[in-house]
Each structure stands twice: as C-alpha cells, then as structure tokens.
C-alpha cells in the first residue's frame, strides 16, 4: 500500500471511492436525491456527473422508497448500485426494500442470488435541525439478519470500507456522518480495501476498554489524551463495521483490561451498545473488574434549541467524566 | 372432461344473455368490464388481420392449461395438510402469465407477488422445483427456505416473486434501470394485483419509469378483490388503467381471460418498450376462480371470501382455458384428441412433479442459519 503523506478529507475520500470504482466497473451507478447539490452531498459526488454521465449518476424524485427498491432491483440485475439518502431520516421510507427485501433475499431464496447494494444514509444531525433530520440508525439496521452496517470514523476506512461494500455481494447499509465531512487523515491514491466485519485497536492501553465508532471515535479519542493525564490508559477501539460486530477484537481486549465503556450514538434502549454489553456479559464475565458503562443518547427524539442540543449530544467532556468515575470506586 | 363449452359465441359477452338486472348489483362495475371486454375483441378482431400462428396457439393453450393443472393439483395436498405454505392459486388467471410471457425471451425479466405460480411457470421456470419449494423442500427452487410465495430463476428471467404487495414494483423499476444503464434490450415485467394500487410506491414508479422511459411493463392483474375486499370499496375509480395517464405512461385496459387478446397486447407493450418507448401500462381485467388463498372453492361465506355466487359463475363462464380451448377446435387448430393428448401428457408431468417432491427431503435444520448472507 501506498505510504505517500497525502492528506484528504472524509467527504472526498468518499469521492474518491467512487470514481475509482466507477472508472474500472461499470456496473457501479450512483443514485440518490442531491447528487448534483453540494448544498445536499457536500463534494462527495463531486464530478461523477461530468465524468460518468446522468446514465450512471442519478438524481432523483422524492420517491425514497422507489428509489431504494430501485437500487435493490438493478442489484438483483447485475448491477453495483449505491443509493444515497442525504438525510437518513428520509430513508425511512425505503424500509420496504432495505428490510424484507434486500437483507432477507438471500436467504429466502435459498442462496439463489443476492443483493449487491450500498444504501447510504448521511446524519446530518446538529444545527437546531430536531428530530427528523438527525437520527443515527445504525443500531436499528444492526438487529435486521442479513444486512451488513458500516461506520466508518475516518477518511483512510471510509474510502477502504466503501469500495469493501459495493464489492460486497450483500446489502450493506452505510451510514457516514456530515461531522466527520471535513476531517482529515492520509489516504493512499491507490485502490484498496478495508474487509467489513474486523474492528480495530486504535490504541493500546491497560486500564479500560473503550469502544466507540463513526464520529465519536473523535471525541473518544480526545477524551482518551485527557485521560492519560491523569494516568488512565485506554484501550481503544474502533467498531468500523456495526454488523457483523467483531466480537472477538472487544472481547480479547476486555480480558485485557477487565473494563468496558462503549460509546454509541444511538439511543440506549436496544441499541448496538446493549448488544456489545451483553455480549461481554455472556462471554467474558468473568473478567469484568467493574459493570459495564454505556454512553449512549438519551431516550428521547434529537431536540432542536441549542441548549437542549448540548445536553442530548455526546461530547469528549462527557466521554472523559463517565470513564474517570469508573475509577472513583 | 376437459372441454366445457357452456361460454357464448366466442369473445363477446352477451349483456342480456350473462348480466341478468336483478343481480347487477351483486357484479364488480359490470358495465365497465362488459364495455372493457367488447372493446378488447372489437380491437382483436381487427387485429385478426395478423397472421394466426398456430405454433403461438397451441403454446399459450399449453401454457395456460400446464398451470391451471399445477395449481388444481395442490388442492389435495393443501387439504391433506402436507402443504402448509399460503398457496394463493392462479385459477382463473392463466391468459395474462401465459399471453405475457409468450412475447419475451429467456433474457427478459419478470417480477411476481404473492400469487404468482402462474408467472413463474409461463416464464420458464421449472414445475418440479416450483412444486417441491411449495412443498417446502430442499429441491426447491428456494431450497425450502422461501415457499410458495418466495420463488425465483434468475437464469430463466424471474428475478422475484415475493408476497409483500407491490414490493416487486421498485424492485422491477431498477432491473429496468440497470438495462437501460447497459443498453442490453431487455424487457422487464412487472406483475401486481389491484390491492397493489392502494400502496404509493406503484406512482412513485410510475413517475420515474416515465421520467427515464424504461423498457417496463407495468401489469396490472385486477382481479376485482384486494383480498377479501371487493375494489369498488378500496378505490373511487374503477379504472385502473387511467392511473397511468398522468403520467404520461401508456396505458390499456384490456380482457385479462382471452389470451388472444393478452397476448396481442403484450406484444404491442414489448414491441414498445424494446423501441425505447416505454414504459406501458396493462390492466388486464379477470378474476380468481379460488379464494384468496388455498383452495377456497368459493362456496359463499366460507373461508377467504364472501363473492356472490352469481358473479362467481358469470366469471367461470368466461375461464380462460375454456375459451381458449374453444377457439382452437372451432378453428379447426386442434381436435378433441389432441388436446386431450396435451391435457394427459400435463397431468403425467405434473404427477411426476408432485412425486418429486412428496420424496424429496425436508432442509436440514441443522443448516438454518445457511444463506443468511452470500
């Protein structure tokens, strides 16, 4: 892989992903609401029209579910299709095509063809927008069988994990976060993949676990360096893929550690971070030195006044007071 | 016996001979389907001018009784219990599967819905892996994970048939998509119900299938009853077929039981689409000889449906199998003895399917988390 220093953002890593695979497969095509608007995509499609057409590039009708059961049909014909939803929320809509659909295809036809889809639902959250414009639905996928989730927290697996899932014969529901839009890490020029389903330790450490994904992982890690200044070592980790979950990576580090923080923004009940809890429970019991702490949304709808944005959203500061308690006691 | 000659003079439906007035009321828009039916012949006959292919004929008859026979031979086992999957039988529906499908080729695509035995078997899908996944078996065309309502062939063009109404809508838009995107010619039909009108993606399909003039079909088999409710209480319009016009999508409103007349139309639509000037839509106008679902043989107040008798029977005067057969011996195209030679060589494969699958094994449930994910 290439070691070059070439700094790029998220949202033109994403870019970056497409054209790379637009230009070598034509069976890849993009569709979505937006996909002309930086105002709606940011620079993620930036160009794909001018270079690939309004065959293959596709903005579209308000119609989420026919475009979604779209993307999942031209799949089922032999097609690599990646379908945008700019606000996540919208895609609600679609649930017809992503859930009876797409996941369970495979297997309700016994193996005899499979969905080849990227749905890709953007979370736009923040900015007094409220409820409908900012919900993270990650865990929510993460329960249906057959679908894969991807959430990836940086430019360098964005652009590794997208080309992994529109390569991947299965549906994988993609959901990326504006937040992460302008942040930047080296990326190599070339082609490559990051494999959906193994997580990463993005630090070592002795004293906790902490597992984190998609935005968060920035807030984590800045409250990890704070941490460390007071002399607790965390262990992190970077889910990468929300389903399937890489049990083993948490698990092994858990027997390590002997804590667990997970730090998840979906809301608490059901959500991905009882699933890592329970599992850990199940599995590595035994090691635990203290319970499980989950740092999740409150159970409540995204609010709109700033004042009640503050208190609803998971900041480092919140991250570095939950983790210091566990070692209060 | 096969040949049940109790319909009129071939093709038109008799207002004083088959509507009598005091059970008008009892009939689903009766005016409107009689007009729909002579204007449907009226055009066919016009249409007569067109070469008659005897090969065609025989083909549609074939196809048509194939199913017919297939679906009465699942009333038994449904009754004995040893089908337990929701069978929802085409009876009474074959010339719009049969007429459709015989205007495309192994490469085009058909999408079905929940009863959708017919599509799949007109279409070119193997009966004896269609019966042993009602049977739910290993051998099945889904490998016993799917049933009835879950069949597919992709090598044979049937990239879905699922039960969620309209659900294979979008799903047949995209396949059109993506041939439009490959330039590849291909056809893609779309089969639903009227019950699939009441759900928004259909004009959402609609919409964009016109607004990038796709090569589809959508097939509108109006059978009169979303499940168990009659259409005049699940929509104001009875006109189907009119939905399309906004659209600005082709549309006809045709006699779903003739398959002279389905299968004209058809080629019409597919002639259309290949062209580049699609999409099309079809209302094809008829009507289920079963319930809804299993084997309902319609006797009033039971099981799935609550029909008036007298609409039942005005319906089975005008069974697509009949007429068609009907028309080939009072054309002289087959003789009794042929088509009961058609109708025994079915019954053996159909038997023989049956028994294929009664032998065939249940899916291990040691593998029942296999498939989950390619």
Redesign the interface.
């Known amino acids: 892989m290439s070691t070059n220093n070439r700094k790029l953002s998220y949202s033109l890593a994403i870019n970056e992903a497409l054209k790379q695979l637009m230009e070598i497969d ?1 069976s890849v ?1 993009v569709l979505g609401q937006g996909v002309k608007s930086p105002w709606y995509v940011g620079n993620t499609c930036k160009d794909l029209i001018k270079l690939y057409g309004e ?2 590039v596709i903005d ?2 308000i ?1 989420e ?15 690599k ?1 990646v379908i945008m939803h700019p606000r996540g929320d919208f895609a609600l809509y679609a649930f ?2 992503i859930i ?2 797409a996941a369970n ?10 969905v080849p889809v990227v749905i890709w639902l953007v979370v736009n959250r923040g900015g007094e927008q409220g409820a409908q414009h900012s919900q993270a639905l990650h865990s929510l996928f993460a329960h249906i ?2 679908l ?1 989730v991807i959430a990836p927290s940086n430019a360098y697996d964005v652009k590794g994990m997208l080309i992994s899932a529109i390569n991947d ?2 549906p994988v529901v993609f959901i990326d976060d504006r937040w992460l839009y302008n942040n930047e890490c080296n990326v190599p020029t070339e082609m490559y993949e990051i494999p959906i389903g193994m997580a990463l330790v993005k630090q070592e450490g002795k004293d906790v676990t902490v597992v984190s994904s998609s935005y968060l992982m920035l807030e984590t890690i800045k409250a990890a360096e704070e941490l460390e200044k007071i002399g607790i070592s965390s262990e992190l980790i970077d889910l990468r893929t929300i389903k399937p979950l890489d049990k083993d990576i948490i698990i092994n580090s858990v027997k390590k550690t002997g804590r667990l923080v997970i730090v998840d923004g979906s809301w608490k009940t059901n959500s991905i971070s009882s699933e890592i809890s329970a599992i850990v429970n199940e599995e590595a019991f035994g090691s635990l030195k203290s319970p499980v702490v989950r740092i999740n949304l409150p159970n409540c709808p995204a609010p709109a006044a700033r004042t009640l944005e503050a208190e609803y959203y998971i900041t480092k500061d919140k991250i570095f007071s939950e983790i210091k308690n566990i070692f209060k006691h | 016996m096969i040949i049940q000659s109790n319909i009129g003079s071939f093709g038109y439906i008799k207002k004083d001979n088959t509507c009598k007035t005091d059970i008008i009321d009892a009939y689903q828009f009766v005016n409107i389907i009689e007009d729909v039916f002579l204007r449907s012949h009226i055009k066919f006959y016009e249409m007569m001018k067109i070469k008659r292919n005897k090969d065609l004929l025989l083909k549609l008859h074939k196809t048509m009784l194939r199913i017919r026979l297939a679906e009465e031979s699942l009333v038994e086992p449904i009754q004995q219990g040893i089908v337990k999957t929701p069978a929802h039988l085409y009876t009474g529906e074959e010339a719009i599967a049969a007429g459709v499908c015989a205007n495309l080729t192994k490469k085009d695509y058909i999408f079905g819905n929940h009863r959708s035995h017919g599509h799949y078997l007109a279409k070119g899908g193997s009966l004896k892996k269609m019966i042993a996944e009602i049977f739910c078996k290993e051998t099945g065309c889904s490998k016993g994970r799917g049933g009835s309502m879950h069949l597919i062939d992709p090598e044979n063009g049937v990239l879905g048939i699922v039960p969620i109404v309209a659900g294979t809508i979008s799903l047949a838009l995209g396949a059109s998509l993506a041939s439009k995107i490959r330039k590849d010619n291909r056809v893609t039909v779309s089969f639903f119900g009227d019950g699939a009108t009441g759900e928004g993606v259909l004009y959402e399909a609609m919409n964009f299938a016109a607004l990038r003039k796709l090569p589809i079909i959508f097939a509108c088999e109006n059978n009169l009853y979303s499940t168990h409710l009659p259409i005049k209480e699940i929509r104001v319009n009875p006109n189907i077929s009119e939905t399309a016009i906004p659209f600005g999508i082709k549309s006809y409103q045709i006699d779903g039981n003739d398959v002279l007349i389905t299968s004209n139309t058809a080629k019409e639509a597919v002639d259309y689409c290949r062209n580049g000037e699609g999409p099309v839509f079809i209302e094809f106008l008829t009507y289920r000889l079963r319930g809804h679902v299993g084997p309902d043989d319609n006797i009033q107040g039971t099981h799935t449906d609550i029909r008036p008798k007298e609409e039942i029977e005005f319906w089975q005067s005008k069974d697509p199998t009949h007429q068609i057969e009907k028309y080939l011996l009072e054309e002289k195209i087959s003789s009794i003895e042929e088509l009961e030679l058609v109708y025994n060589q079915l019954n053996s494969e159909i038997a023989e399917a049956i028994k294929f699958a009664k032998e065939s094994n249940f899916p291990n449930p040691k593998e029942v988390l296999k498939y989950v994910y390619k």
Do not use: C, I
Not at chain 1, 68 to 79: R, S
Not at chain 1, 105 to 113: E, F, I, K, Q, R
């Open positions: 034509d095509f065959e293959r579209t009708p119609s579910n026919a475009m979604t059961g779209a993307a999942v049909g031209a799949a089922l014909a032999g097609m299709p017809d095509p009876n659909q295809w495979h297997y309700m036809n016994g193996g005899s063809s499979s069988p057959g894969k014969p299965n």
